[in-house]
């Protein structure tokens, strides 16, 4: 072992982690619950069925029946995906919580 890996070790052997403290979460709030109604709402908008916006995005229908039914939760490269079949671009922001 190297002089240096050795003061490594025993430098991390005396660093003492603390909790992070209450972040509080909004319950309330369900961001997959989000995501799925934006993309059918997205989808029903745009007068697509499943099977068109599945062969326009490059998803399987049956991955964008899941991501519908709230059984998947989309990657941001495959709601990009969806979005750019949708003609939308995709925006992700960070907003304050309601109180």
């Keep these: ?4 890996q050795k003061f490594l070790d025993e430098a991390l052997d005396k660093v003492q982690l603390t909790p992070a ?3 509080p979460e909004n319950e309330d709030y369900d961001i997959n619950e989000e995501v799925r109604a934006l993309v059918v709402a997205a989808r029903s908008a745009s ?3 499943q099977k068109q ?10 991955n964008l029946s899941k991501i519908e039914n709230g059984n998947h939760h989309p990657s941001l490269s495959t709601l ?3 979005a750019d ?3 939308k671009r995709l925006v992700v ?3 304050d919580q309601e109180v």
């Design 21 to 23: 403290k209450d972040v």
């Design 47 to 49: 007068n697509l069925t």
């Design 80 to 82: 990009k995906r969806i």
């Design 53 to 62: 916006l599945a062969q326009r995005s490059g998803i399987s229908q049956a």
């Design 1 to 4: 072992m190297t002089d240096f």
């Design 93 to 95: 922001s960070f907003e």
């Design 85 to 87: 079949a949708l003609g």
